[in-house]
């Protein structure tokens, strides 16, 4: 079963643009932050950085947030996060306004549960997919989508799209057809291993052969 994503709540205030009323803004302790979307012109926010970075470790970019501008509530999701370089801190978001009543794009995380036997054998699990980007009402947002490996039990073993046993009357995923590979298990198998030990021997033993008629010459030029 996928899980659904919680709803979280978090404020914030109208701000001034321009050099130093952002330094003044960073100074107090807040992040800097722009709101745009459904039924709003674009409007230039701040949020404490200690509340925001809790919901944002929470929320991820799939979640449903109530944002609290002001006093005037609304439906938000978290559209994309800057990182300060240096500090690794939070320096800037983009909070997209949603209609709860209409389909919007998010990308949402798969989630690998179960141990594969396969690696366990000694094989390297592969994800080529960690996202998966999906259409779907607001209020449907999951918070990630599960994937059990424990069925990869053979090397060369993989997981589509298809495995994913998405509910096709709540969710459109975009971009990506049902065979595409989701992650898998690379590794040689035990038939794979044994051709390699047979040609290594056989190796072996044409370079010894081919020894042999340079001993014999060597005798006979001492002689």
Not at 31 to 36: D, I, P, R
Not at 164 to 181: A, H, R, S, T
């Amino acid at each position: 079963m996928n899980k659904m994503a919680e709803k979280f709540t978090l404020s914030a205030t109208k701000r001034e643009v321009g050099k130093t009323a952002r330094r003044e803004t960073r100074k107090e302790g807040r992040v800097l932050a722009v709101m745009y979307g459904h039924g709003v012109d674009s409007i230039a926010i701040s949020v404490d950085a200690s509340e925001v970075l809790r919901v944002y470790r929470k929320a991820g970019l799939s979640a449903l947030i109530e944002l609290d501008v002001d006093g005037k509530k609304h439906s938000v999701i978290i559209k994309t996060v800057d990182i300060h370089p240096v500090r690794h801190e939070l320096a800037h978001l983009d909070f997209l306004v949603v209609n709860v009543k209409e389909a919007t794009i998010v990308s949402v995380p798969i989630e690998f549960i179960g141990e594969s036997p396969a690696v366990k054998l000694g094989g390297t699990f592969l994800s080529k997919y960690n996202t998966i980007d999906i259409r779907c009402l607001p209020t449907d947002i999951p918070k990630s989508f599960k994937l059990d490996i424990s069925v990869l039990e053979n090397m060369n073993d993989h997981l589509c799209v298809a495995d994913l046993k998405i509910d096709e009357n709540k969710f459109e995923i975009m971009g990506l057809e049902p065979q595409i590979i989701i992650c898998s298990v690379a590794g040689h198998t035990a038939e794979e291993e044994e051709e390699t030990e047979s040609t290594e021997e056989e190796s072996v033993e044409v370079e010894v052969t081919g020894q042999k008629p340079e001993e014999e010459g060597e005798e006979k030029a001492e002689k």
